[in-house]
Every structure is written in structure tokens, then in C-alpha cells.
């Protein structure tokens, strides 16, 4: 796993930092520090979940090799312009896989990424409103990076790069 050094290298506008060899889910943990105030630009992230979920509280299996992590915001935005954070995190992931490892993902709208046929990354958002507008929202990544082989019913569906 990346030490905090290394994490604030490839993440330079983070504000505060949670690091884990483990957690249940990023989003989680996440959603509990933005609600007691962490600052906007917080990110959690872990070498491994053992709770991580996805879209419609489906699981996400989040083995050793993968990236996951949780960036904490505060957009002033309503709650219809916030839906546009699960696109904007699959446009950017694509766009750093790519810049970094000259790997082209696609995107199956809206929230999962998939190279040579298989899913590779879930991108989950979620939030706390007050009325109309959001007083925190997070937006989690699951990016199947050095992961090891997926056996049985998702060895045809999942992947890793």
C-alpha cells in the first residue's frame, strides 16, 4: 500500500487524510467523518474493504490490490446538479488510468469501468441533504488495480488491470 507521503503525492489537494490496511467500506467511514465536519477534500482510503457495496446496496468484492478510496465534498450545488458526480469521477478515473497507464477504460453509464470486457472500477456516490441542498456528499472508487483473479460466478464478469 502507498504510505501518507506517496497518497499526498498522487492526491495533492488533499485537505485531511485517513489511510487503512482495512475497512469495512471507504464510504462509510466516509460518511461518518462528513457528518462530525471533516473539511471538504478528505479522503479515506484502504488496501482492502471487507464491506464494500455498490449501486442498490449490492457487494463489491474488495480484495489486496486494489484502490479504494473515498474523497469527502461539500458541493453548493442542489441535489439534482450533485446526480453529475458519479459521471464527473468516471470521466476522471478514465482520464488518470489513462494519462498514467496508457490504459483506455469504458464506461458503462454511470457508475462502472470496464477494460477488455470485463468491470474494473465502481464509482459510488452518496450524500446528506438539508432541504435542497447537500451538506456533504462522497464519492467512492473501487479500482480493481493488481487484484487477483476472480474465481467462480465473477471470473467472467470482473478484471483487473
Same mark, same amino acid.
Given at each position: #500500500?502507498?504510505?501518507?507521503?506517496? %497518497?499526498?503525492?498522487?492526491?495533492?489537494? +488533499?485537505?485531511?487524510l485517513?489511510?487503512?490496511?482495512?475497512?469495512?467500506?471507504?464510504?462509510t467511514?466516509?460518511?461518518?467523518?462528513?457528518?462530525?465536519?471533516?473539511?471538504?477534500?478528505?479522503?479515506?482510503?484502504?488496501?482492502?474493504?471487507? *464491506?464494500?457495496?455498490g449501486?442498490?446496496?449490492?457487494?463489491?468484492?474488495?480484495?489486496?490490490?486494489? %484502490?479504494?478510496?473515498?474523497?469527502? #465534498?461539500?458541493?453548493? *450545488?442542489?441535489?439534482?446538479? !450533485?446526480? #453529475? =458526480?458519479? #459521471?464527473?469521477?468516471? +470521466?476522471?478515473? !478514465?482520464?488518470? +488510468?489513462?494519462?498514467?497507464?496508457?490504459?483506455?477504460?469504458?464506461?458503462?453509464?454511470?457508475?462502472? =469501468?470496464?477494460?477488455?470486457?470485463?468491470k474494473? !472500477?465502481? %464509482? =459510488?456516490?452518496e450524500?446528506?441533504?438539508?432541504?435542497?441542498?447537500?451538506?456533504?456528499?462522497? +464519492? *467512492?472508487?473501487?479500482?480493481?488495480?493488481?487484484?487477483?483473479?476472480?474465481? *467462480?460466478?465473477?471470473?467472467?464478469?470482473?478484471?483487473?488491470?
Amino acid at each position: #500500500m502507498l504510505n501518507d507521503k506517496e %497518497i499526498r503525492e498522487y492526491f495533492p489537494a +488533499v485537505s485531511w487524510l485517513l489511510s487503512a490496511e482495512e475497512l469495512p467500506s471507504t464510504n462509510t467511514v466516509g460518511k461518518e467523518l462528513a457528518s462530525k465536519g471533516v473539511p471538504e477534500g478528505s479522503l479515506v482510503i484502504a488496501e482492502r474493504q471487507t *464491506g464494500g457495496r455498490g449501486r442498490l446496496g449490492r457487494d463489491f468484492q474488495s480484495p489486496p490490490g486494489g %484502490i479504494y478510496l473515498t474523497l469527502v #465534498m461539500r458541493p453548493k *450545488g442542489t441535489l439534482e446538479q !450533485c446526480t #453529475m =458526480l458519479t #459521471m464527473a469521477a468516471a +470521466v476522471g478515473v !478514465c482520464r488518470a +488510468v489513462e494519462k498514467h497507464l496508457g490504459i483506455h477504460l469504458g464506461i458503462k453509464w454511470v457508475n462502472d =469501468l470496464y477494460h477488455n470486457g470485463k468491470k474494473i !472500477c465502481g %464509482i =459510488l456516490a452518496e450524500g446528506a441533504a438539508a432541504g435542497e441542498k447537500l451538506k456533504y456528499a462522497v +464519492v *467512492g472508487v473501487g479500482l480493481n488495480y493488481q487484484s487477483p483473479e476472480f474465481t *467462480g460466478e465473477l471470473a467472467d464478469k470482473a478484471g483487473s488491470l
